[in-house]
Each structure stands twice: as structure tokens, then as C-alpha cells.
């Protein structure tokens, strides 16, 4: 399935891959010329998704947070909880978000994209499950693949926060 989803980038995009320095190799020089064109719109497009991700759940957007989603996600949860596929992850997400009174919070800490193959966004966030409740801190972490011209998030871990050693 990777070999597929790899041949399904458009061709300017594996071009631009194969043409550049690893991302944390690559120079202003390289950002700068025309060949670094794809690799900046799709640092650009990642943006979005991890935009997406955070503001389709504080909007609790069923529908919106599902087009973010990978087919193949994985979620796991601090209490070792795991939902495999999207179909099991969507179905906690819509209880989830018809649940009244929480709230959550998003602070990046790292984010990181790989041309346009891999990102990894990293968040401290406050799970806050009412009003009047103490509110749990949390690691999230989200790891996207860019598959058919979109960022998807493939994997969703949640552990214990706040972190230590972001950077």
C-alpha cells in the first residue's frame, strides 16, 4: 500500500524529493530557487492540516476532523487505550464532541515536515472535562502522511504532561 500511495504523489513533488537535501540539510539557498518551490508548498499545505486538526476540535467539527484523518489512524490514549482505523477513531471522536462542557487546549512545541512525505506536530494540551474539574495535561502527538495531495494524520498519541525536553 506505501509503494501505491508513494506512486500516487504528483510527479512534481517526488521530482522536487529526489532533487533536494534532507529537510534538515536543506539551505536558505535551496528554499529560496525554484526547486524548493514543492517543498514549501507543501510545508505550507501541512500548516493547514495541523490549523485543521487543532481548530476542528475546539469547533468540535465531526465532519471536519474526519477529513483530516487517515484511513489506516491509529489513536492512543495516556490510560493505553487504542482505536485502530478510522472508523473506531471517529466513532470516539463523535461522542466525544457531542459531549457538553470540555475544553482543550493546543501549545505547539515542535513541528517538523519532511518534504512532502512525513509531519510531526507535538502539543501540550489541558483536557479540561467540565467547568468546575481540574484540568489533565497532556502530550499529544500527530504524525501526518502526505497521500494523494493531502496532509492526513496517521497516528494520534496522547501521554501524560505536561512534556519535558520539546524542543
Not at 517526488?14 to 518551490?37: H, I, K
Not at 486538526?53 to 474526519?66: E, I, K, L, N
Not at 510531526?120 to 472535562?129: A, E, G, H, I, M
Request: aromatic share 10%; with cysteine.
Amino acid at each position: 500500500m506505501k509503494i501505491r500511495a508513494r506512486a500516487a504523489l504528483p510527479l512534481v513533488a517526488v521530482l522536487a524529493a529526489a532533487a533536494l537535501p534532507a529537510a534538515s540539510q536543506a539551505g536558505s539557498a535551496a528554499e529560496a530557487s525554484p526547486a524548493g518551490l514543492p517543498q514549501r508548498l507543501c510545508a505550507k499545505s501541512f500548516d493547514r492540516a495541523v490549523d485543521a486538526y487543532v481548530q476542528t476540535t475546539h469547533d468540535r467539527d465531526v465532519d471536519g476532523f474526519a477529513a483530516v484523518l487517515h484511513e489506516d489512524v491509529t489513536a492512543v490514549f495516556a490510560d493505553g487505550g487504542v482505536l485502530y482505523g478510522k472508523d473506531q477513531t471517529m466513532g470516539f471522536i463523535e461522542r466525544f464532541f457531542a459531549a457538553p462542557g470540555w475544553t482543550q487546549t493546543f501549545t505547539e512545541l515542535t513541528r517538523e515536515v519532511r518534504g512532502c512525505g512525513t509531519g510531526f506536530v507535538l502539543f501540550d494540551s489541558v483536557y479540561t472535562p467540565a467547568p468546575d474539574a481540574p484540568g489533565e495535561p497532556l502530550v499529544i502527538g500527530v504524525t501526518f502522511v502526505f497521500e494523494r495531495g493531502r496532509w492526513l494524520a496517521l497516528h494520534n498519541q496522547d501521554s501524560i504532561g505536561p512534556a519535558s525536553g520539546a524542543r
